[in-house]
């Protein structure tokens, strides 16, 4: 017990320093112990994420070595939402581990695992966006999946749901704008509504005046 008191408060401590790469071991041990504590698992979870976040060394290795690591955190983040299913903060960070371990992947050029690791997030943002249905962030995370698949109308139906939750989420504000802009005058795309020029500038207008 004392051991683990120690393990759990040292790890903590590198957490909230920073110190993620220092953090992880003791973490992992104080889990080994206590593999019930959710807030420990969602805090090497993070821990991970961080540490996926910035690949070190040769990029190839790297960057298997980095997908590893945000595999590991969506396996960490997952545990911490089974344990306490009422965190929408840890159901989110399922997701988005995920989709780094798909940027990983893409850049290691395994489409394969790319596309599994993709579906899995979507999947996940999917579960959140019903557990937590006022949930503007889990609707803007499934626009950025949505992207990601290169599925440009359920990305703009996504971020839409997203507003109708929260009318001055940024993020969705942007990346909806962003999204109408990008789809004028791309070849094969549909006419475009004359109505789009005007959304844009409400888009933004509005990202200017949120806070």
């Not at 590198?14 to 953090?23: I, K, N, P, Q, V």
Request: charged share 30%.
């Amino acid at each position: 017990e004392a051991r683990a008191a120690l393990l759990g408060v040292a790890g903590t401590y590198r957490y909230e320093l920073g110190e993620e790469r220092a953090a992880r071991p003791l973490l992992q041990e104080y889990l080994s112990i206590r593999p019930e504590d959710a807030a420990a698992n969602f805090r090497l979870g993070s821990c991970l994420l961080r540490i996926a976040a910035v690949p070190m060394g040769p990029k190839e290795k790297a960057d298997l070595i980095a997908q590893n690591s945000a595999d590991d955190a969506a396996r960490a983040f997952a545990r911490s939402f089974e344990l306490a299913p009422g965190d929408e903060d840890a159901a989110l960070a399922v997701g988005t581990a995920w989709l780094r371990a798909a940027e990983l992947a893409e850049a290691r050029r395994d489409t394969a695992t790319r596309d599994q690791r993709v579906e899995a997030a979507n999947k996940q943002f999917e579960q959140a966006a019903t557990l937590f249905p006022n949930s503007a962030e889990a609707m803007f995370r499934l626009g950025l999946t949505a992207e990601r698949r290169g599925d440009r109308a359920a990305a703009e139906a996504a971020y839409g749901k997203a507003l109708e939750r929260e009318a001055q989420h940024l993020g969705a504000l942007l990346n909806f704008a962003a999204l109408l802009e990008d789809g004028k005058g791309q070849e094969g795309a549909p006419v475009e509504d004359p109505r789009t020029p005007q959304r844009v500038r409400e888009l933004l207008q509005r990202a200017l005046e949120a806070d």
